[in-house]
C-alpha cells in the first residue's frame, strides 16, 4: 500500500489549502482514512478521519474550519482545510487503515505565515 499525499504549501492566515491523499495498492474495502499533523516540537496529532461509510472524526481545535472528505472510487482523500491559523502550521500526514494495520504518507508541509 502507498500513499501520495499532495497539495501542501505556504498560505496566509485566513486562507486556504486543500490537501489530497491518493493511495495505491492492495487495500481493504472497508478503511478509515485520516489525516494526522506534526508541528516542530510537538507529538503528531490526528486531525480528522473518515470511515468508508463517511463517518468523520475531528480535532476540537480543526472543528468548523477543516473538512475531510473521500472518493471511494478514486482511492482518495481530501483535506479541505479553511481560515487557516499560524498554528495550524505543521507537516501533514495521510493515513489508511484496516484490519489492525496503518499505513503513511509520506507528508506535506502546510505552513501559514503572513
Known amino acids: 500500500v502507498q500513499l501520495q499525499a499532495f497539495g501542501g504549501g505556504l498560505v496566509q492566515p485566513g486562507g486556504f489549502l486543500r490537501l489530497s491523499c491518493a493511495a495505491s495498492?492492495?487495500?481493504?474495502?472497508?478503511?478509515?482514512r485520516g489525516w494526522y499533523r506534526q508541528a516542530p516540537g510537538k507529538q503528531r496529532e490526528l486531525v480528522a478521519s473518515?470511515?468508508?461509510?463517511?463517518?468523520?472524526s475531528y480535532a476540537d481545535s480543526v472543528k468548523g474550519r477543516f473538512t475531510i472528505s473521500r472518493d471511494n472510487d478514486k482511492n482518495t482523500a481530501y483535506l479541505q482545510m479553511n481560515s487557516l491559523k499560524p498554528e495550524d502550521t505543521a507537516v501533514y500526514y495521510c493515513?489508511?487503515?484496516?484490519?489492525?494495520?496503518?499505513?503513511w504518507g509520506q507528508g506535506t508541509l502546510v505552513t501559514v505565515s503572513s
Open positions: 495498492g492492495n487495500i481493504f474495502s472497508s478503511n478509515t
Open positions: 473518515i470511515t468508508s461509510g463517511g463517518s468523520t
Open positions: 493515513t489508511v487503515r484496516y484490519l489492525g494495520s496503518a499505513y
